[in-house]
């Protein structure tokens, strides 16, 4: 075992501040990463500030961050994969059962024993729960490691190991494709990938947001239009005519209106997570034959596919780069939505604390 620096936060109220933490030696089967760039997730804040109480408690001290991106310094005898100097990204897991159906699937995010990268039972014993990206290096299994496209811009590339799999993965299960007809509901950090991603597998694409000043940033990101979905009128002009939605909205909304502007026998899949129950209408779903669901993340195959597909279309995530002392301010500007459209910590600001 060795020490490293991190950040973490002692308490649900308290500040992220430095701190040591230990890291375990790399085993035969693993693989030690020299960590570049964190991205900041929405719920790297829900599970700091335990908001998730009832069903996934915050054990502190709390090192969050899954959205990691480095480069490999060390490698165990028995990888295969990867050796000192590649660049390697880790995402929202860092192991499974691999016994299960799910992860004889390749569905290593459905395994019920997962074990995610930080707030995790740690199963080799070097700390209570595991420690996330916020910190200098991790020692990551070799199966849980991930190629990075040497072609990307690596700040922008933290990201994509949650939203970008968070919404390319229900885009690819449902077909879409050119032809395909492709709704965006929300603008954020996932909406801002969807819309990438959806314009980069051919769709029209078309993008759903509340504030008429994004129309311009939803162009640029490759929307074909823009509905303002406050306007009845722009909403009514859309019904039935969409193949797949894709809803990234985490605030409180309703459901029902998009799920009328689907074609029949068409998907809306959620991806945002609001904090209370959605009402769904039956005939929302009964006329048409529409089919509402959701998706968390995704393999760790489709992952690397997710990963060579942005690095064929020099795909990243919009991406503003902060010191790790500025985390606590980028947490209180995520509240507010004051971001575009995602943090990326540069890890090498840690290296003066």
Request: hydrophobic fraction near 40%.
């Given at each position: 075992?060795?020490?490293?620096?991190?950040?973490?936060?002692?308490?649900?109220?308290?500040?992220?501040?430095?701190?040591?933490?230990?890291?375990?030696?790399?085993?035969?089967?693993?693989?030690?990463?020299?960590?570049?760039?964190?991205?900041?997730?929405?719920?790297?804040?829900?599970?700091?500030?335990?908001?998730?109480?009832?069903?996934?408690?915050?054990?502190?001290?709390?090192?969050?961050?899954?959205?990691?991106?480095?480069?490999?310094?060390?490698?165990?005898?028995?990888?295969?994969?990867?050796?000192?100097?590649?660049?390697?990204?880790v995402g929202c897991m860092v192991d499974s059962d691999r016994t299960c159906p799910q992860c004889k699937a390749n569905l290593e995010n459905l395994c019920p024993n997962q074990t995610?990268?930080?707030?995790?039972?740690?199963?080799?014993?070097?700390?209570?729960?595991?420690?996330?990206?916020?910190?200098?290096?991790?020692?990551?299994?070799?199966?849980?490691?991930?190629?990075?496209?040497?072609?990307?811009?690596?700040?922008?590339?933290?990201?994509?190991?949650?939203?970008?799999?968070?919404?390319?993965?229900?885009?690819?299960?449902?077909?879409?494709?050119?032809?395909?007809?492709?709704?965006?509901a929300g603008l954020g950090g996932l909406g801002h990938m969807g819309v990438k991603l959806s314009h980069a597998f051919g769709a029209h694409t078309v993008v759903f947001t509340t504030?008429?000043?994004?129309?311009?940033?939803?162009?640029?990101?490759?929307?074909?239009?823009?509905?303002?979905?406050?306007?009845?009128?722009?909403?009514?002009?859309?019904?039935?005519?969409?193949?797949?939605?894709?809803?990234?909205?985490?605030?409180?909304?309703?459901?029902?209106?998009?799920?009328?502007?689907?074609?029949?026998?068409?998907?809306?899949?959620?991806?945002?997570?609001?904090?209370?129950?959605?009402?769904?209408?039956?005939?929302?779903?009964?006329?048409?034959?529409?089919?509402?669901?959701?998706?968390?993340?995704?393999?760790?195959?489709?992952?690397?596919?997710?990963l060579d597909f942005c690095g064929s279309h020099n795909i990243t995530a919009d991406v503003e780069v902060i010191p790790i002392q500025k985390v606590n301010e980028a947490y209180e500007?995520?509240?507010?939505?004051?971001?575009?459209?995602?943090?990326?910590?540069?890890?090498?600001?840690?290296?003066?604390?």
């Amino acid at each position: 075992m060795y020490k490293i620096k991190a950040y973490s936060a002692n308490s649900a109220i308290s500040p992220l501040a430095a701190t040591t933490i230990m890291r375990r030696d790399p085993t035969e089967h693993d693989v030690q990463i020299e960590i570049l760039f964190c991205g900041i997730c929405h719920s790297d804040l829900h599970q700091v500030r335990n908001e998730w109480s009832s069903i996934m408690p915050t054990v502190y001290p709390i090192v969050p961050g899954h959205e990691i991106v480095g480069r490999v310094t060390k490698v165990g005898s028995a990888v295969t994969k990867y050796k000192p100097g590649d660049l390697a990204a880790v995402g929202c897991m860092v192991d499974s059962d691999r016994t299960c159906p799910q992860c004889k699937a390749n569905l290593e995010n459905l395994c019920p024993n997962q074990t995610l990268t930080f707030n995790s039972p740690d199963k080799h014993k070097t700390a209570p729960v595991t420690y996330g990206g916020y910190s200098d290096t991790i020692v990551v299994d070799e199966h849980f490691v991930l190629r990075v496209p040497t072609n990307l811009n690596l700040a922008g590339v933290g990201p994509l190991l949650c939203a970008g799999i968070t919404t390319y993965s229900p885009l690819r299960r449902w077909g879409v494709t050119k032809g395909k007809k492709v709704g965006i509901a929300g603008l954020g950090g996932l909406g801002h990938m969807g819309v990438k991603l959806s314009h980069a597998f051919g769709a029209h694409t078309v993008v759903f947001t509340t504030s008429p000043k994004k129309k311009e940033d939803a162009i640029r990101l490759g929307a074909d239009e823009v509905v303002v979905s406050r306007n009845a009128d722009e909403m009514k002009k859309h019904a039935g005519s969409f193949d797949f939605i894709l809803d990234t909205i985490a605030a409180d909304h309703d459901v029902n209106a998009y799920l009328n502007l689907l074609a029949h026998d068409s998907t809306l899949t959620i991806v945002g997570a609001p904090a209370k129950p959605m009402p769904v209408f039956a005939f929302s779903l009964l006329m048409g034959r529409r089919n509402l669901a959701g998706s968390l993340i995704g393999g760790i195959a489709e992952t690397q596919e997710m990963l060579d597909f942005c690095g064929s279309h020099n795909i990243t995530a919009d991406v503003e780069v902060i010191p790790i002392q500025k985390v606590n301010e980028a947490y209180e500007r995520l509240l507010k939505s004051d971001v575009k459209y995602r943090f990326s910590i540069d890890m090498a600001s840690l290296k003066s604390e």
